[in-house]
């Protein structure tokens, strides 16, 4: 299939901004996308001129634009999971306290598609759209546990275990052991294992068809929420789960 090389650059320099680059001097753009500035000048005009970049006069940096926030709510609402869970993720983080979130798979990530921030949370490391590893953490493992063999083969073929904390899995069978118990328990947690002193706990979310389509979680920090609190925290998260997917039409046969 023919690649349009404008285009494919133009997408290229929307992809250098996330949330630790949020503006870029031309030079930089230039040296990151190893072009001339004359052409990385003309593909940012024409990001400008659609809405999908923005300068600032005074400092001559660029930053993402106000297009792409009004085309990502347009993508949000059309998912119906995100309709459907949100009034469950809402109504867990009441009755905790903590954060809850919602996220689907995406390539060999996860990607958080909605959150409730709880009231006695003091997880900030989350936010709608940041991607996250399968191996480390509790949605990961959900997202990937519940699939036929052939699929888990496919996610896990040179993929990379990277190291997060010192609990991180980094071993392809241990994880293999760890989709094992998920399945068996019909739940996930990752215990310190993508950032030290949170632990969380994931469910998984299917559809009518009996496949996995999300994960909802639940974090907690480690220091305020002990063994016994957070075994409740997994019953309730189970439970509006279970709600989620029946909603969506799946039934579950015993």
């Known amino acids: 299939m ?12 929307l992809d250098l901004f996330d949330e630790h680059t949020t503006e870029l001097k031309i030079t930089e753009i230039s040296a990151r996308m190893e072009l001339h500035k004359s052409t990385i ?17 005074e400092t001559g940096r660029y930053k993402l634009g106000l297009k792409l926030l009004e085309k990502g709510q347009l993508m949000l609402q059309s998912l119906d999971i995100r309709t ?22 995406d390539g060999k990530e996860g990607v958080y598609l909605d959150k409730v921030e709880g009231e006695k949370a003091a997880i900030r490391y989350s936010r709608i759209g940041r ?32 190291k997060i904390t010192e609990a991180t899995i980094t071993e392809i069978e241990a994880f293999l052991n760890e989709l094992n118990q998920v399945r068996e328990q019909g739940y996930s947690i990752d215990n310190q ?13 299917f559809e009518h068809n009996g496949s996995v389509v999300a994960a909802i979680s639940i974090s907690s920090l480690i220091s305020t929420v002990d063994d016994l609190l957070f ?14 997917s029946q909603t969506l039409g799946f039934r579950q046969v015993l």
């Open 2 to 13: 023919p690649i349009i090389q404008a285009l494919d650059r133009a997408l290229k320099i």
């Open 41 to 57: 000048h003309s593909l940012l005009k024409t990001l400008q001129l659609h809405g999908y970049i923005n300068q600032d006069m």
């Open 84 to 105: 459907v869970a949100r009034k469950h993720l809402a109504a867990l983080s009441e009755q905790t306290g903590q954060t809850t979130h919602l996220v689907i798979l």
């Open 131 to 162: 991607r996250i590893s399968l191996h480390s953490s509790a949605v990961g493992k959900v997202l990937a546990a519940f699939r036929t063999k052939e699929e888990i083969d496919k996610l896990l073929r040179n993929y990379h275990f990277s």
């Open 193 to 205: 294992e993508n950032e030290p002193g949170v632990r969380c706990a994931a469910a998984p979310i």
């Open 231 to 244: 075994k409740q925290y997994i019953a309730l998260l189970k439970k509006e789960a279970e709600t989620i």
